[in-house]
């Protein structure tokens, strides 16, 4: 019986035979990919590939350029051939939750700029709908926080409570606030999204729908690739 870590383990492989020389890879964030990176960075060696990583957090960031990765800035990248990033949730349709972590802004803006997004997580993080087993992370601005928490829980009853950590609200790389909302198995995750996003204050929300094209699942039955 494999724990969850040596599941996020198994699915490595299918990942980095995907990383080619010359390539500008988006390099996610969260435990599974702290666990890939030096992974990676003994295949880019080994290899001697001239590979580019763009990072989805300061953390991962700082954990890539330890292991010798070159890491440039999304501003400096005209593009990004594949990004490779966890999971909280994948629905059927491959549409998925992120942001436990709370680097979920980034991870969107790199995940939709890359090419072909691979999403790698153990059989846990498959569910029936968007919501069945994880909150929604929602990013806000410090300044009306309260307000959007509000107007959230308007839309359906919701239960939101603002991320704190060690009792002090938790800060992303952005120097935002994060909302996490309880979801109910009947909400249309387009919908939902469209009206978060129209809130002033709502930088962005971890829906990511219709974004990545594989999933990459460690099973006790070894590894299933789902393509989109």
């Known amino acids: 019986m494999m724990d969850k870590k040596q599941l996020k383990i198994i699915t490595f492989n299918d990942a980095l035979q995907q990383i080619k020389d010359g390539m500008v890879i988006g390099i996610g964030s969260g435990s599974t990919i702290e666990l890939l990176i030096p992974q990676l960075a003994e295949k880019i060696k080994s290899e001697?590939?001239?590979?580019?990583?763009?990072?989805?957090?300061?953390?991962?960031?700082y954990i890539a350029k330890n292991h010798?990765?070159?890491?440039?800035?999304?501003?400096d990248a005209t593009s990004i051939d594949v990004a490779i990033d966890g999971a909280d949730e994948v629905d059927p349709n491959l549409n998925l939750i992120k942001g436990g972590g709370g680097a979920?802004?980034?991870?969107?803006?790199?995940?939709?700029?890359?090419?072909?997004?691979?999403?790698?997580?153990?059989?846990?993080?498959m569910v029936?709908?968007?919501?069945?087993?994880?909150?929604?992370p929602v990013e806000v601005d410090k300044f009306n926080?309260?307000?959007?928490?509000?107007?959230?829980?308007?839309y359906g009853n919701l239960e939101v409570t603002r991320r704190m950590?060690?009792?002090v609200p938790f800060i992303t790389d952005n120097g935002n606030y994060i909302l996490d909302v309880v979801l109910h198995n009947d909400i249309n995750s387009s919908d939902f999204h469209e009206y978060l996003i129209h809130l002033i204050g709502v930088?962005?929300?971890?829906?990511?729908?219709?974004?990545?094209?594989?999933?990459?699942?460690?099973?006790?039955?070894?590894?299933?690739?789902i393509n989109k």
């Open 48 to 61: 001697q590939l001239n590979i580019t990583g763009v990072c989805t957090s300061n953390k991962t960031a």
């Open 203 to 225: 930088l962005e929300t971890g829906y990511f729908i219709d974004i990545a094209d594989q999933v990459i699942v460690g099973t006790q039955n070894g590894v299933k690739v």
């Open 145 to 154: 926080w309260l307000l959007v928490a509000k107007k959230i829980q308007a």
């Open 68 to 75: 010798g990765i070159k890491v440039i800035e999304v501003n």
């Open 104 to 125: 979920l802004f980034r991870e969107k803006v790199i995940d939709a700029m890359a090419n072909k997004f691979v999403v790698l997580v153990d059989e846990s993080k």
């Open 165 to 167: 950590v060690d009792d």
């Open 128 to 136: 029936d709908y968007l919501g069945e087993t994880f909150k929604l």
